[in-house]
């Protein structure tokens, strides 16, 4: 190496901002462990709007947070409102359509300028933007998934330095061109928008899709250099990526292979070692590396590997690699990947129902239990690791082990599936494909394969990503929607062919290589839904199946018991947040179904009434507002029980229970089960009972209830069965328990009486059914059964007693009635609290202890505490 001993030394002792003088700064200084110098540019930024707007305070320089977006400037600036206040989503909109620039002037001192090569890295820009470093175009920048490195050294210079970065609007600087082409590729849940600006851009940029409104989530066009922008100085070579093959994992031995990418300024010899948690292993690759990249494989074999596994099934046990690249004893770079050591296959076997489509992970066929996640905000870079972990939890703690990344959104930050790693939730990870059909020029073609790569490599060595899959939803529109019937009869049968093509070219050539070259063995599935063309997208035989007839065809909830997917990566009911989260963006008078508030707070046109439409169906009209949210949660959670029940029933012909969604962006009525505060619906907590690991479910068949387990454990679980029907006042009809012994990883009907014996003759509208299952002592799963509908039932209305103890943040609640009690619902008017559960049915004469953890005090909480029951909404 030519670097010598003392520059070498100097640059490793002095941090970067003792070095600097000037008041904008280069600032981090990391990695010190080796050659390569990487500094962060995240200070001294300014922007300021150099487009089409009128607004004269935007056309000012105002400093800029970086990583950040426009928009949360503006708002910090208060030259914009809070877009998530009352209808303020409509006022903030010339933002999305004008361009912006961002200046930051940072100093470089000497030392770095001396390295042989000095690289300016930009992790991720939002997303049209040309950048100039001193004045000098060095980047166009068209997509925002990527990661942008060009090499800057010759512009640089020793003191100030100023990087300019341009942002084009996404809107008004594509429209011109794609109103010229021969016609326009559609999208979806943009039709105000379309009507405003003639055609949607958002096919024709590889940017988030939702941040140009979704069926749940606000048009709010992000802009902006929306993570970390470095310098990076390094001499001969550098690692550019890091991963580990799984090639073969059992019990007895984990066969890896490190597939490490060196780039070279120029030919030489170099030495890459490899190991793992400090544990240095035996195997070194030494080659001759021409100048640009080269791929370095090193095996590595791990006997008796500790592996890693869904929660639920084993522990989470994380290995740490390094790879340390030397030449002539320096260190020129290092890089390390956390992993698990996991086999995960998607075995698709053919059997009577068709083919399976079910996850085994190290051999254990895994029933996926879970949902779809979307962006955590509408404003990416206000997403911290907390927050992921906040919500992760929630889904492990409602007995989840599987989300699906959905297409429309983003690729998770690192942190987001570190924590599914920790925690053991299995990944379902679409590309970020959305719902709109995608142009198949060679540029496009490139950019995202590019695209795929990079985010291949930087994620594939998470254990909890299981799956890659295309899109969501692209092959069902093309094939099944009517927007896409009319669309295509537009076209000559030439452009159809074309727009079929490109679609073939992306899903089924481009994104399987990068996986199969990239990814291997994680498998690769087209689009979900699917069937792999063996059959339609949906089908019942093959593949993975949305659901979406119940909410969006009206169908009944009851047709959830109707569908036999082999897997369902999709179903879901809408509700509304409660009150304190519609207290968040509203003033009182918006507070009601109708008004125009929560009408910009509810995306699904329609939906508010849909929900109304639903709730009378089962329930009696709430008397207000307050009532109206409440009975909503209660009516979504009811529902979504019902399908994922059913869809556990099933197993093993059904292997996968994915509701939509877990999660929201921005706070709305959706189909979330946890609003955008983190507050769990009453489908959170109803969740958590029906993905149990043992669960205990009544189902009316033909005149006669069948009561199943399922159990997703791998052994053997000896039980009592407990059913019994009351009536409403206590009057026992019926009461039989039985011993069981539960069949590993099953489903199966334990249990079956005639619905006349169970109600001994009582009124169908005055009684439930309490199945209940208890394995050593303790009651592991209940289930309660009505014949009924809620809005035929004769509730009786029950006095019930809270009393709350405890200190510190942690609370004990015990909750009494004296006669039964529907949907106990627990809250507090002004602080935030969670619960062990809520939303659960009370006996004649039951008391039920729950645990309660808030920041407020007892006597806050004493004072604030509420309860409700269905009988109080109407
Ligand atoms: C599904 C999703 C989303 C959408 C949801 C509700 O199909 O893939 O596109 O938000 O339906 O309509």
Same mark, same amino acid.
């Given at each position: ?438 142009? $198949? ?150 507070? $009601? ?282």
């Amino acid at each position: 190496m030519r670097i010598s001993a003392l520059l070498l030394l100097l640059f490793v002792s002095l941090p970067f901002s003792a070095q600097t003088s000037s008041r904008k700064r280069i600032v981090k200084y990391a990695a010190p462990e080796s050659q390569k110098q990487v500094l962060t540019i995240d200070r001294g930024w300014q922007f300021r709007e150099v487009g089409n707007s009128d607004i004269a305070k935007a056309k000012q320089w105002h400093d800029a947070q970086v990583p950040g977006v426009v928009q949360t400037d503006l708002m910090r600036h208060r030259i914009i409102p809070d877009p998530y206040y009352r209808d303020n989503e409509a006022k903030v909109q010339w933002v999305g359509r004008t361009d912006w620039e961002y200046q930051s002037t940072f100093d470089v001192d000497p030392a770095t300028l001396a390295r042989e090569n000095v690289d300016l890295v930009f992790a991720g820009l939002d997303t049209l933007a040309e950048v100039t470093l001193n004045g000098q175009k060095i980047l166009n920048a068209d997509n925002m998934f990527r990661r942008w490195r060009v090499s800057a050294k010759h512009l640089l210079k020793p003191g100030a330095n100023t990087l300019n970065v341009v942002f084009r609007s996404p809107i008004t600087s594509l429209l011109p061109k794609i109103k010229a082409l021969p016609y326009q590729l559609p999208t979806v849940n943009q039709i105000q928008i379309i009507a405003e600006e003639g055609v949607p851009t958002d096919p024709y940029i590889r940017k988030a899709p939702y941040t140009f409104g979704w069926d749940w989530g606000p048009r709010l066009v992000t802009i902006g250099i929306w993570k970390p922008v470095t310098l990076e100085a390094w001499d001969n070579a550098r690692i550019d990526s890091m991963n580990i093959r799984q090639d073969s994992v059992s019990a007895e031995n984990a066969n890896l292979t490190a597939l490490v990418d060196v780039v070279a300024a120029k030919a030489g010899d170099v030495t890459v070692a490899i190991s793992h948690d400090g544990v240095k292993l035996p195997v070194k690759r030494t080659i001759r590396v021409e100048a640009g990249t080269t791929r370095v494989e090193v095996p590595i074999a791990i006997p008796k590997p500790n592996r890693w596994y869904p929660v639920g099934y084993g522990k989470q046990p994380l290995y740490k690699f390094t790879a340390a690249l030397h030449a002539n004893n320096v260190t020129l770079d290092t890089a390390s990947k956390r992993t698990g050591l996991r086999s995960a296959v998607l075995e698709m076997k053919p059997d009577k129902w068709g083919k399976s489509f079910q996850f085994v992970i190290n051999g254990i066929p895994v029933f996926a239990k879970g949902a779809n996640t979307i962006p955590w905000d509408s404003f990416p870079t206000r997403v911290t690791p907390e927050w992921h972990r906040q919500i992760l939890q929630a889904a492990v703690d409602a007995n989840m082990n599987m989300v699906r990344v959905w297409g429309g959104g983003y690729y998770e930050s690192d942190d987001f599936y570190d924590i599914c790693d920790e925690l053991g939730i299995m990944v379902w990870q679409d590309f970020m494909f959305g719902g709109a059909q995608v142009p $198949g020029d060679q540029p496009y073609l490139d950019n995202v394969r590019q695209e795929a790569i990079e985010q291949v490599k930087r994620l594939n060595d998470h254990p909890s990503i299981v799956l890659w899959c295309g899109n969501n939803e692209l092959e069902g529109a093309w094939l099944q929607w009517g927007d896409r019937q009319a669309f295509k009869n537009k076209l000559t049968a030439q452009q159809r062919e074309r727009v079929y093509a490109d679609y073939m070219l992306i899903f089924h050539n481009i994104l399987p290589l990068v996986v199969q070259q990239y990814g291997a063995p994680t498998p690769y599935w087209p689009s979900s839904p699917s069937a792999n063309f063996e059959d339609l997208p949906g089908s019942e035989k093959i593949g993975d199946m949305h659901y979406w007839a119940v909410w969006h065809a009206l169908n009944p909830l009851e047709d959830y018991a109707k569908q036999f997917p082999r897997f369902m990566s999709e179903f879901g009911f809408q509700s509304f947040p409660e009150w304190r989260t519609i207290e968040a963006f509203t003033v009182p008078e918006d507070r $009601g179904i109708s008004t125009d508030v929560m009408h910009v707070h509810q995306k699904n046109v329609g939906g508010n009434e849909r929900i109304r439409t639903y709730m009378l169906r089962d329930y009696k009209e709430p008397k207000d507002f307050a009532s109206f949210l409440y009975v909503s949660q209660l009516l979504q959670a009811e529902g979504i029980k019902l399908g994922a029940e059913h869809l556990r029933r099933q197993r093993p012909r059904t292997m996968g229970s994915l509701y939509w969604q877990l999660n929201d962006c921005w706070p709305v009525a959706s189909w979330a089960s946890i609003d955008y505060y983190g507050r769990w619906k009453a489908l959170h907590y109803y969740a958590k009972r029906f993905y149990n690991d043992l669960l205990v479910s009544p189902w009316e068949e033909n005149g006669k209830l069948n009561v199943y387990v399922v159990s997703d454990r791998l052994d053997r679980t000896p039980a009592q069965l407990r059913v019994h029907a009351l009536d409403f006042e206590g009057k026992v009809l019926f009461d039989r328990t039985q011993a069981i012994d539960v069949t590993p990883l099953s489903s199966a009907v334990y249990f079956t009486v005639p619905r006349s014996e169970l109600l001994a003759g009582a009124d169908e509208r005055n009684a439930v059914v309490v199945t209940e299952l208890i394995a050593n002592g303790q009651t592991v799963s209940r289930n309660h059964f009505y014949f009924a509908k809620m809005k035929d039932s004769s509730l009786p209305t029950p006095k019930l007693t809270a009393d709350l103890t405890g200190a510190n943040g942690e609370y004990s609640l015990k909750l009494t009635t004296d006669r039964f009690a529907r949907g106990v619902y627990a809250n507090f008017t002004n602080s935030n609290a969670t619960f062990s559960d809520n939303y659960f049915d009370l006996l004649p004469g039951e008391s039920r202890g729950i645990t309660v953890k808030s920041k407020a005090s007892l006597e806050e909480l004493k004072s604030q505490l509420k309860l409700m029951t269905l009988v109080d909404t109407y």
